[in-house]
């Protein structure tokens, strides 16, 4: 089943908080910049949520690369740099990320492992109770 399709009820932007998350930022990544996108939808008779975890290098890591940049400006400056790189070249206009081909969007997350950022994706489906849909 492609999660892509599913209509969002709402998107959360949070700080990432997942013991997983923790566990790496203590392992190796210490004082990193991190991000969750949480999207919940329903498909059919399912309910999704899909929940992708960033890990973009720290300040340290970034001043070791010799960069004065924040993290946060590391982070917007090279997703947009991997945007630009792989946008399609036949397509004109304004478009939201979704409406890239897919394999322009895969090429961007695979891209983005070279350049120190980790990604981790989680995707939970629930069937939809018949008390669910009253509420």
Same mark, same amino acid.
């Not at 947009?80 to 630009?84: K, P, T």
């Not at 983005?112 to 120190?116: A, E, F, K, M, P």
């Given at each position: 089943m492609a999660v892509e399709t599913a209509a969002p009820d709402d998107v959360l932007l949070l700080p990432a908080?997942? /013991?997983e998350l923790m566990a790496a930022l203590?392992?190796?990544l210490l004082l990193a910049f991190a991000a969750a996108v949480v999207v919940r939808g329903s498909k059919q008779e399912d309910r999704i949520e899909v929940r992708y975890d960033a890990? !973009?290098?720290s300040l340290y890591q970034i001043r070791q690369r010799g960069l004065a940049l924040s993290p946060i400006s590391y982070?917007?400056?090279h997703m947009?740099?991997? !945007?630009?790189k792989h946008f399609p070249r036949d397509l004109a206009g304004v478009f939201p990320p979704g409406a890239i081909p897919l394999e322009n969007r895969q090429a961007i997350l695979k891209d983005?492992? /070279?350049?120190?950022i980790h990604i981790t994706t989680k995707v939970t489906?629930?069937?939809i109770l018949e008390e669910d849909e009253v509420e």
């Open positions: 908080v997942a /013991s203590r392992a190796e890990i !973009f290098p982070a917007t400056a947009a740099a991997l !945007f630009v983005v492992q /070279s350049r120190g489906r629930n069937k």
